[in-house]
T-cell receptor
Framework: DQQVKQNSPSLSVQEGRISILNCDYTNSMFDYFLWYKKYPAEGPTFLISISSIKDKNEDGRFTVFLNKSAKHLSLHIVPSQPGDSAVYFCAAGYRGSTLGRLYFGRGTQLTVWP | EAGVAQSPRYKIIEKRQSVAFWCNPISGHATLYWYQQILGQGPKLLIQFQNNGVVDDSQLPKDRFSAERLKGVDSTLKIQPAKLEDSAVYLC????????????????FGPGTRLTVL
């Protein structure tokens, strides 16, 4: 059962424009969310996170928005750069668990073209 | 700071053979994770260690997979015997503490081992 879903397998955006990557989740117990970026032949690298007590977190060109009522979060990249081309994974977990386990979506391949 | 190291990077074996993967986490990280990532899917947790103790192996196919983390540092993941469906990238990750979403507790991933079972 996929508790974290990324329904768009790919996204193509022109350089300088905004990239919006979406993620939905089904488990209402999740209370923190992370985005990871993955280049080919490398492991995922942490990008940005958000706690369920917030609805927005910003770090440079990257902003994550959380809509708890819709169980939806999105990652905005502004402006997009060719170096942002990678697979982006959404992940979620809950602090009530002592395990710190993360649940990952299938990923979205972002391509930023010049 | 050195990242998470994994070896080998690639492995090709025939079904029913055995294979082992090695992981060296970031120095000082108490928590270590092994994930399986099948093509087109997100990483799926196989096993999680806190120091040298297992805290979650609920998703580990224990009839063929085993893992250990002796001395609470390096870890090995073994598959014996391998099946075709075990073809995947095996990722090792570590975190300072149990991942909580708090800055500094995120998981850091190694480059992975790509396993192909023929």
């Amino acid at each position: 059962d996929q508790q974290v879903k990324q329904n768009s397998p790919s996204l193509s955006v022109q350089e300088g424009r905004i990239s919006i990557l979406n993620c939905d989740y089904t488990n209402s117990m999740f209370d923190y969310f992370l985005w990871y970026k993955k280049y080919p032949a490398e492991g995922p690298t942490f990008l940005i996170s958000i706690s369920s007590i917030k609805d927005k977190n910003e770090d440079g060109r990257f902003t994550v928005f959380l809509n708890k009522s819709a169980k939806h979060l999105s990652l905005h990249i502004v402006p997009s750069q060719p170096g942002d081309s990678a697979v982006y994974f959404c992940a979620a977990g809950y602090r009530g668990s002592t395990l710190g386990r993360l649940y990952f979506g299938r990923g979205t391949q972002l391509t930023v073209w010049p | 700071e050195a990242g998470v190291a994994q070896s080998p990077r690639y492995k090709i074996i025939e079904k029913r053979q055995s294979v082992a993967f090695w992981c060296n986490p970031i120095s000082g990280h108490a928590t270590l994770y092994w994930y399986q990532q099948i093509l087109g899917q997100g990483p799926k947790l196989l096993i999680q260690f806190q120091n040298n103790g297992v805290v979650d192996d609920s998703q580990l196919p224990k009839d063929r997979f085993s893992a250990e983390r002796l001395k609470g540092v390096d870890s090995t993941l073994k598959i014996q015997p391998a099946k075709l469906e075990d073809s995947a990238v095996y990722l090792c990750a570590s975190s300072h503490q149990l991942t909580s979403g708090r800055k500094g507790n995120e998981q850091f991933f190694g480059p992975g081992t790509r396993l192909t079972v023929l």
